[in-house]
């Protein structure tokens, strides 16, 4: 794909299933990077499906330790790359998000 710079397929349904999270008032997601799984780290898909005026902000923290977030519309794709930036959703507290998480990598060693 153009925007990772590397061709890439769905990860085996087997191993990493599509997963449909929902996150309602008092759901949040602590400060974490995404463990890297294959010899090349993987990309995981977040597509918001839904955001019923979801407050919860997707944060993430650069190189330089600054803090950004988003609340993120519906058919939105935000792509992490394993290993990559820490990221975290802040607690909701009103409304709801639905999103898709996928996992697509390169290689499957």
């Given at each position: ?62 190189a330089d330790g600054s803090v ?41 060693e």
């Amino acid at each position: 794909s153009r925007v990772v710079g590397r061709q890439l397929a769905g990860a085996p349904l087997s191993d990493f299933p599509p997963e449909l999270r929902v996150y309602r008032k008092g759901a949040r997601m602590e400060w974490h990077k995404d463990d890297q799984i294959y010899a090349v780290p993987q990309v995981e898909a977040i597509y918001t499906v839904l955001n019923d005026g979801c407050d919860g902000e997707t944060r993430w923290r650069t190189a330089d330790g600054s803090v950004h977030g988003e609340c993120m519309e519906p058919n939105s794709l935000l792509l992490v790359l394993a290993e990559g930036p820490e990221h975290s959703v802040s607690e909701v507290t009103r409304g709801s998000r639905s999103i898709i998480k996928s996992v697509w990598t390169c290689t499957e060693e």
